[in-house]
T-cell receptor, first 112, second 112 residues
């Protein structure tokens, strides 16, 4: 079973700061997901990536398959970025046949 | 394009009752996943349906069951409700297995 570790668990930063959230997993995978969950529960899928880097607006996700590690970066952070960010991988190596296994999430607060 | 829709938004039941939660995937998506997010436990994989069949289930007792209909919508049934079943239940859909998953807003189930 894949184990997912995220760090930090909690992060408070000032508006405009560069944010980095890290994710490590134990079993080789085909792809990794980054999700965002706002208070109230709704989840938004930010990225699904299997290699290299993806960028969407101020969000950048990178993955190193050999090191089993991914990072999510937020540039020019803003209070509306405050949310829980969750890393998720297939339960076992290969496809998503087991649904996703999730990290415990990083609770991010951006102060104005 | 309509997103993943879940109903009801909130559901209040008492111990021993049965609960039925519903999910409509994005048009064209054949895979439906169910996840449980209980307080303090994080997100956990419950069930995966594809093309009308249950393909896999997480580490949950048999009183958690469901089905997928010919139009790919899905139902999650929880029998003999227990207090610890109180949680946010999230449904996600994808075009095929191991494609990006799109999440609904969830059903919050409260057991009194």
């Amino acid at each position: 079973k894949n184990e997912v570790e995220q760090s930090p668990q909690n992060l408070t930063a000032q508006e405009g700061e560069f944010i980095t959230i890290n994710c490590s997993y134990s079993v080789g995978i085909s792809a990794l997901h980054w999700l965002q969950q706002h208070p109230g529960g709704g989840i938004v899928s930010l990225f699904m990536l299997s290699s290299g880097k993806k960028k969407h607006g101020r969000l950048i996700a990178t993955i190193n398959i050999q090191e089993k590690h991914s990072s999510l970066h937020i540039t020019a952070s803003h209070p509306r970025d405050s949310a829980v960010y969750i890393c998720a991988v297939p339960g076992y190596s290969g496809g998503g046949a087991d649904g996703l296994t999730f990290g415990k999430g990083t609770h991010l607060i951006i102060q104005p | 394009e309509a997103g993943v829709t879940q109903s009801p938004t909130h559901l209040i039941k008492t111990r021993g009752q049965q609960a039925t939660l519903r999910c409509s995937p994005i048009s064209g998506h054949t895979s439906v996943y169910w996840y449980q997010q209980a307080l303090g436990l994080g997100l956990q994989f419950l069930l995966w349906y594809d093309e009308g069949e249950e393909r896999n289930r997480g580490n949950f007792p048999p009183r958690f069951s469901g089905r997928q209909f010919p139009n790919y919508s899905s139902e999650l049934n929880v029998n003999a409700l227990e207090l610890e079943d109180s949680a946010l239940y999230l449904c996600a859909s994808s075009f095929r297995n191991n494609q990006p998953q799109h999440f609904g807003d969830g059903t919050r189930l409260s057991i009194l």
